[in-house]
Structures are given as C-alpha cells and as structure tokens.
C-alpha cells in the first residue's frame, strides 16, 4: 500500500482517468435521455449499442431490492440515470 497522501503511480492515474471518462460518458448519455427522451434516434442509438444492436423489449427486470421490474428499456435507463447507478445491468 502506498503511503497516503502521496500521489498516484503513471497506472493509478491511468486507471483514475479511465474510470473518470466512462463515468463522464454515462452522465452524458443520461443527459441526451433526459433532454430528448427515448424515441430520438442518437438516444435509441445508444441504447442498441448498449445491448448489441437490440433494444430488449419489456419488461425489463433486475436484481434490484425493491425495484426489481421496470416497463422498458427506456424506464431502466431512466432509473439508473437518476440514481446515477451508471453500470447497473439488467
């Protein structure tokens, strides 16, 4: 363990800003969503590559305590927008 306080290592740093871009990422995409909402083509876009080319059809469920069922796709993404849970899978 490195002695704290000290700054991080060229691959600390690496993994830090790595981690910083995708969550950046993240928050822009929920951005997109939250402006124009789901049926925009760049949002729908978005979504399929997300899920590989297909957006799955509902109901979307998940291992979520207490919110284990959503409608669609598009509810999910919303959720996990708005607790900024980023990379919670279904």
Request: net charge positive.
């Amino acid at each position: 363990a490195r002695q704290p306080g000290t700054p991080l290592s060229d691959q600390e740093y690496h993994q830090f800003f790595k981690i910083l871009r995708i969550t950046i990422q993240a928050s822009t995409a929920c951005q997109l969503r939250e402006l124009y909402g789901c049926n925009n083509l760049l949002v729908q876009r978005l979504d399929e590559y997300e899920n590989h080319g297909v957006i799955p059809p509902g109901p979307i469920c998940s291992q979520l305590p207490g919110n284990p069922f959503f409608h669609n796709f598009c509810t999910f993404s919303l959720y996990r927008c708005i607790m900024k849970k980023y990379f919670l899978k279904v």
